[in-house]
């Protein structure tokens, strides 16, 4: 069946602008990830949605930054008045939370240049 | 979360085995240890998980101590193609609100 994808695969911004992002998970999956990866760095943890429940924000790096989930399946990382140091590859992931192995299955993520 | 602290980077060289230690000292009784691979330009993938002693499926195996504090992945005769970062998580595999922190990773180079 089909993976995680994201759109767009690239987007260029001026300072100032809002972006969105989006994800499409795996048909079923209930939990879905969002991270952020500079160049050269680790993942870093913004969002977590699982179920119905209210979504882990934690991750978050200011009030500028949002994410949605629609009817449990797509969705969408908002970025207002993007800055320059927003500038990454944005990933998200998919995961079916069973008692087996809690395996995340992530998209080709969307790398995001902000002028 | 438990914090986890792997090498920043190994070389090797193709046909040799290949083993990354990672140390979570703070690791919870319910924690699960899993590996991850990210090639570059492309989002992480799921290598191996365990939770103790050792798992070993077709691409890795995953040594786990009795005290779990650390944990090694062992890739056999390694290729070119396993140049990559690999990522040492832990955390809790069962539902919930918790998620799992990827740290920096260790790069590893493959040479010919």
């Not at chain 1, 939990?31 to 991750?59: C, H, M, T, V």
């Amino acid at each position: 069946g089909a993976g995680v994808s994201q759109s767009p695969s690239n987007k260029v911004t001026e300072k100032g602008k809002d972006v969105e992002l989006r994800c499409d998970p795996i048909s079923g999956h209930t939990a879905l990830y969002w991270y952020r990866q500079s160049l050269g760095q680790g993942l870093e943890f913004l969002i977590y949605f699982q179920g119905n429940s209210a979504p882990d924000k934690s991750g978050l790096p200011s009030d500028r930054f949002s994410a949605e989930r629609t009817g449990g399946s797509v969705s969408t990382l908002t970025i207002q008045r993007t800055q320059q140091e927003d500038s990454a590859v944005y990933l998200c992931a998919s995961s079916l939370l069973t008692s087996g192995t809690v395996e995340q299955f992530f998209g080709p993520g969307t790398r995001l240049t902000v002028l | 979360l438990a914090k986890t602290t792997q090498p920043i980077s190994m070389d090797s060289y193709e046909g040799q085995e290949v083993n990354i230690t990672c140390s979570h000292n703070n690791i919870a009784t319910n924690d699960y240890i899993t590996w991850y691979q990210q090639f570059p330009s492309q989002g992480p993938r799921f290598i191996i998980q365990g939770y103790k002693t050792k798992v070993t499926n077709e691409v890795a195996s995953l040594f786990i101590p009795a005290d779990r504090k650390s944990s090694t992945l062992s890739l056999p005769r390694v290729s070119l193609s396993d140049t990559a970062v690999y990522y040492c998580l832990v955390g809790w595999k069962g539902t919930g609100r918790r998620a799992l922190t990827f740290g920096s990773g260790t790069r590893l180079q493959v040479q010919p």
